[in-house]
């Protein structure tokens, strides 16, 4: 074990005992921090998978957010003197955004930024579903359909153009890139494939939406740095898995922004977006 491994591992249970201690006892909206942050959804509603919150919960966040923050549009958490602003971003376009997510979205009057991959809208593409129940992680050919046909996955259930249309017709909802076929962008070597899934993706989605899209999601978080080239050559703004908040906004990259994973425990949630789990972390190295 190298000599900063141990530190960091101890670092890490104790920001999950803090998080509880935290939970139980709020001490961190005591904290003076003033950090911005993105959360990143996936799924809201019934049965509870990778990622899913329920409806009750994703009411109580916004409860807390709004209280706690203020909820912005997702380029207004890089702008220069906004402080305790979170945006909110959904991955992946399911049906149950479209069910569940958006009406509670217009009942509190809060913005978000829906990340859409485009060859997966209004039917899975055969042999595709694994891309979205599988981690490029654990598979070193997750570019490769041949290596999963023998895989059986639910179809992910992304919703159809005509939904699409209608949710990005609401001014509180903006579309993003998320790929066209949900590939792992850190395993692609040739710069035809990565155009047309960034530059190509985006294209279509303003094509049949008849909106302007400038941001991009890196499918599981995962970019090479001539994925990061492409993706600065074609959008404005693109957010990673990597965990985080915008501690100095202004300072921060656009083209890759941490984000806090809302699905995990409530707990945990509020405990990263007071920024107090951030600081430790640079004092721990
Ligand atoms: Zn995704």
């Known amino acids: 074990m190298s000599g900063a491994g141990l530190p960091r591992r101890l670092a890490r249970g104790g920001f999950e005992a803090l998080a509880r201690l935290d939970g139980a006892t709020q001490f961190s909206r005591h904290y003076p921090d003033e950090s911005n942050a993105v959360l990143a959804y996936h799924a809201v509603g019934e049965p509870a998978g990778y990622g899913n919150v329920s409806v009750d ?5 916004l409860d ?3 209280d706690a923050f203020e909820v912005v549009d997702l380029p207004a958490v890089l ?3 906004g402080e305790k602003r979170v945006a909110l971003t959904f991955d992946d376009a399911y ?3 479209y069910e569940n997510a958006l009406p509670v ?3 509190y009057r809060v913005p978000a930024t829906l990340f859409v991959p485009v060859a997966f809208v209004g039917g899975c593409p055969d042999g595709y579903a694994y891309r979205f129940a599988r981690s490029p992680v654990d598979h070193e050919a997750f570019n490769d359909p041949a290596a999963f046909v023998d895989e059986s996955v639910r179809d992910p259930g992304v919703m159809s153009w005509d939904r699409l249309r209608e949710v990005a017709a609401d001014p509180l909802v903006t579309v993003g890139t998320h790929t066209r076929t949900h590939l792992d962008l850190a395993r692609v070597r040739d710069r035809k494939t990565l155009e047309d899934e960034i530059v190509g993706a985006r294209d279509e989605l303003e094509d049949r939406l008849g909106v302007a899209v400038d941001r991009f999601c890196y499918p599981f ?3 090479s740095e001539a994925a990061v080239d492409v993706v600065r050559e074609s959008h404005a ?3 990673t898995s990597e965990r985080g908040v915008l501690s100095d906004p202004e300072a921060a990259d656009a083209y890759r922004l941490p984000r806090v994973r809302a ?6 949630v509020r405990f990263d977006l007071s920024g107090l789990r951030w600081r430790l972390t640079e004092l721990v190295g």
């Open 57 to 61: 919960r994703f009411r109580r966040d």
């Open 64 to 66: 807390y957010l709004t």
């Open 79 to 81: 702008e220069a003197g």
């Open 95 to 97: 049906d149950d955004f």
């Open 105 to 107: 979205l217009r009942e």
């Open 221 to 223: 978080g995962r970019y």
């Open 237 to 239: 703004m693109a957010v």
């Open 263 to 268: 699905h995990e425990p409530t707990h945990r």
